[in-house]
């Protein structure tokens, strides 16, 4: 019997790591953000499918000025595209405890196969009877792929942001 897994955004949370004059690495969040799971058993993550979207006005890099340039034509153009997307295709199972999720990712006007490693934390029932999935989500994508290439080089040559962008999700779903 189908089920459906609903995210839960207050045990969870959406991370991206991006180089910085290739010295140093900053770190933002999406705070706001909503998922489902639709799985053929409530046991066979193998048979689900995702749909997941992050509001991109969001991003939160602990500086109000980056978060503003962020959300601007140069970036995500928030205001055009209020949402990045994903859409799962199929998910692998390399291990009772590991997957390969694959999907197509959609940010802005640009949407492009990728891929992504889970780790299934396993299931549990809460204090207050919710039955729960855990999920550690990782993978990487070329920013200028999907259209985010501004950039800028210092006197000395160097990038000031690359185009490699570390992706990495904590989330937690919820049988509905």
Known sequence: MATTWKLDPTHSEVAFKVKHLVITTVTGYFRSFDG????????????????????TSSIDTNQAQRD???????????????QISFTSTAIEEKSDSE?????????GDTTKPVTFDVEFGGTVT???????????????????????????????????????????????????
């Not at 799985?39 to 992050?54: M, Q, R």
């Not at 997957?99 to 940010?107: A, H, P």
């Not at 920013?143 to 006197?155: I, M, N, P």
């Open 36 to 55: 489902t799971v639709v799985t053929e058993d409530e046991s066979d993550f193998t048979t689900g499918k995702v749909n997941f979207t992050i509001d």
């Open 68 to 82: 503003e340039h962020l959300k601007s034509a140069d970036f995500f153009n928030a205001a055009q595209y209020p």
């Open 99 to 107: 997957f390969i999720l694959r999907g197509d990712l959609t940010v």
């Open 126 to 176: 809460d204090p207050y009877g919710n039955f729960k999935a855990g999920f550690e989500v990782s993978g990487k994508i070329s920013r200028k792929e999907f259209g985010l290439t501004w950039s800028a080089v210092t006197e000395a040559g160097a990038v000031v942001v690359s185009d490699d962008v570390k992706i990495q999700a904590s989330v937690q779903f919820v049988k509905q």
